[in-house]
């Protein structure tokens, strides 16, 4: 008997030891129906109008709105810093005080109305959040034990190339507690929709974690944007991060000539590597980047959105990508004010329209938002994508030339009538076509609603 119960004890042991190996995975986050169909727009407060502050965002708003965007995303509206500061006006990531607003863009009040009216239209409002870092003149600065150390105890960057910058410890609990009420205070007093948080990945998840459940405690419908690409961050803290690796892979194939067939080999990557469900926030152009438009050049460039845009995730657009602006903004523009320049728009007359048309047709359609993605072959997979989404009923083909080779073959779409629904193209190019031969110039793009 002794043996059969030791034998029955082992068994059991080993059972609880292994079945965590074929636990299905975390979760994601659920995500509310607003963020699955929204579009992000990134606004540099201080270059995204001729006078840089609230009332120049806000005197935008209905062009905001008219363009189809839902979302507007404002980069750090703290005080910079200028110890230690890079160029002329510093980095907007080198806060001073995270409970202040910056004297150039305006006043509280500005901000409160600002988020009003954006309201009123119908668009959400989030900040973005430096929670890694302050500048190094910050009001923190009088609780040196908030920062980190280094060998000889003096406060450190959190890299040695961000020298413009001193890196927080979220080993203190008081520094917790000091950023958790922060962001209440925000959420709270501003009415604000959520936040974006820069280096997001730096800070612990489990920081995170927590402020999330106080911050739904005020307003439970938010979005929290998490700048990582970090799975464990969408379990419970974060809705969406940054398709950091969908965005790399698209670069060096735009810009640098790699296989086209080298994206869906990443995408379906990292649907195995984050959490069932996740959603991320996808992106062709930044201001951690040079322009898309310099990247890629033009055409290349609204290639890559329409990629974007018929993607799964959240698509997001950059302070005047959309009428095609060049004006940089990564380093050292960033430490530097240079506005958009919005007369660009004549230049460029195609751009604005294809992007209203592209942001309208995804926003009509949810096949084009979180519906399946099946990719399949086409006869130059080094340059080419081929891929269906699907959802409610719906079907969309989507073909994408990235290269500046034109293409004439076949692609593994099911015979049949399809719509040509690609935005840019006149009404004469509206018409049915039959699949599966594919005609595409170079950087060409086409997006079908099959109906037959």
Known sequence: M?????????????????????????AAHPVADWIKSGVIYEVNPRTFSASGDFRGIEQRLDFLHDLGVTIVWLMPIHPVGQAKKKGSIGSAYAVQDYYGINPSYGTKDDLKHLVSEAHKRGLKVIIDIVANHTAWDSVLMKHPEFY????????????????????????NPQLRIYMTDMLKYWLRDFDLDGFRCDVAGDVPTDF??????????????????????????LVKAFDLDYAWPFHSTLTDVAENGSPALTIPSKWSAERERFPK??????????????????????RGALAASALVFTMDGVPMLYNG????????????????????????????????????????????????????TEWVEN???????????????????????????PYAGVAG?????????TPGRDEVARRRVTLPALVLGAWDFRIYRRVR
Do not use: C
Request: no cysteine; hydrophobic share 45%; charged share 30%.
């Open 2 to 26: 002794r043996t059969t119960a030791r034998r029955f004890a082992i068994v059991v042991l080993i059972f609880i030891l292994v079945l965590p190996l074929f636990a299905a995975p975390p």
């Open 148 to 171: 980190k150390k280094g060998a000889q105890g003096n406060i450190i960057p959190p890299d040695p190339d961000w020298t413009d910058v001193a890196g927080l410890d979220y080993h």
């Open 208 to 233: 995170w974690e927590n402020a999330r459940v106080e911050l739904t405690k005020i307003k439970p419908d938010i979005v929290m944007l998490a700048e990582a690409n970090k799975p464990e961050l």
């Open 277 to 298: 469900g996740a959603l991320e926030m996808r992106f062709s152009d930044d201001h951690d980047e040079k322009r898309a438009i310099a990247r890629f050049g033009e």
């Open 321 to 372: 990508m959309e009428v095609g602006d060049t004006t940089e903004s990564f380093a050292p523009a960033l430490f530097e004010k240079l506005p958009v320049f919005w007369a660009i728009s004549e230049r460029r007359a195609n751009f604005l329209p294809f992007y209203k048309q592209l942001i309208a047709l995804r926003r009509a359609h949810p096949a084009l938002q979180q519906g399946e």
């Open 379 to 405: 006869g130059a997979p080094d340059r080419i994508l081929t891929y269906f989404r699907r959802s409610a009923g719906e079907e969309y083909f989507v073909a994408i030339n990235l290269s500046n080779r």
């Open 413 to 421: 779409a099911p015979d049949g009538e399809y719509v040509d629904e």
